[in-house]
């Protein structure tokens, strides 16, 4: 017991070193030796110098064997402690997952916790003010953007969608069409009503500019004439068209000024 509790220089147990490699078999064995109770528990919650537990190290590895070895050991309320918990960084074992594309350990962690938990731990921001939304979109995972839309009622996933990073008050759509990931900005307009779209391309950043004005910087006409096709009024268009940004720069100024003629 006290060996299992030992750290090194840089603050991680045998567990954890083990969780990382992705040793089911050692995390197995080392749990069962602790009978389920308090050492268990603090032996589970303990953190490196970056404060991450066996759950971050076994979850940005995606190593999801290890996380069920977890899951199945501990009281309900235990494992929502460890899976809430935050980092250094204030990221928590699912933000980490999605920050590497572990598409598996996100499908497994939003079946393991209820409804209201997984809502949380989807809107937590680490230090950076991104949240899993936010980080998927900049990634370009549509893999880890379905499963999260699916988990959520539309409502849910408009909410998640409207987080913003604090910098640069970036949405994920702002995101995603600076990167030109046009399947992303596809996933996101299919995946919302006409009104919650309509209101998300006029949302701007923190210099004014909607998702409209960044593709219109990056000279990205694909991006363009996609959210040209998503809106079915006119009116809608012209009002986008119009939107300056804190320079009083419309998109058709910055088209010019970057010489983009298509």
């Avoid at 750290?7 to 567990?15: E, V």
């Avoid at 008050?169 to 900005?185: D, I, K, P, R, Y």
Wanted: with cysteine; proline share 1%.
């Amino acid at each position: 017991k006290v060996l299992l509790q030992d750290r090194d220089g840089s603050g991680r147990t045998l567990l954890m070193w083990a969780a990382q490699k992705g040793h089911t078999d050692t995390v197995k064995v080392m749990i069962s030796t602790i009978c389920a109770g308090n050492l268990q528990e603090r032996l589970l919650l303990m953190t490196d110098e970056d404060g991450q537990t066996i759950a971050h190290c076994a979850a940005y590895e995606g190593h999801t064997n290890i996380l069920e070895l977890i899951h199945d050991s501990l009281e309900p309320g235990v494992w929502d402690k460890i899976i809430r918990k935050q980092d250094s960084s204030g990221a928590t074992a699912l933000y980490l997952a999605v920050v590497n594309g572990q598409t598996h350990v996100v499908e497994q962690i939003k079946h393991w916790v209820k409804p209201d938990t997984w809502m949380e731990l989807l809107i937590i921001k680490a230090n950076t003010n991104t949240s899993c939304v936010f980080w998927a979109a900049y990634r370009n995972d549509t893999n880890i953007l379905k499963s999260i839309k699916q988990s959520l009622s539309r409502d849910q996933w408009y909410q998640a969608l409207q987080e913003r990073i604090e910098y640069s008050e970036w949405t994920a759509l702002h995101s995603a069409v600076w990167q030109g990931h046009f399947n992303v900005v596809k996933l996101i307009y299919e995946s919302l009503s006409e009104d919650q779209w309509y209101h998300l391309l006029r949302l701007g950043d923190k210099s004014g500019r909607a998702a409209l004005h960044l593709a219109a910087w990056t000279d990205d006409t694909e991006v363009v004439q996609l959210l040209r096709g998503t809106l079915h009024q006119r009116g809608d268009w012209y009002d986008l068209m119009k939107m300056t940004d804190k320079h009083g720069f419309t998109v058709l100024h910055i088209a010019v000024h970057t010489k983009n003629m298509q």
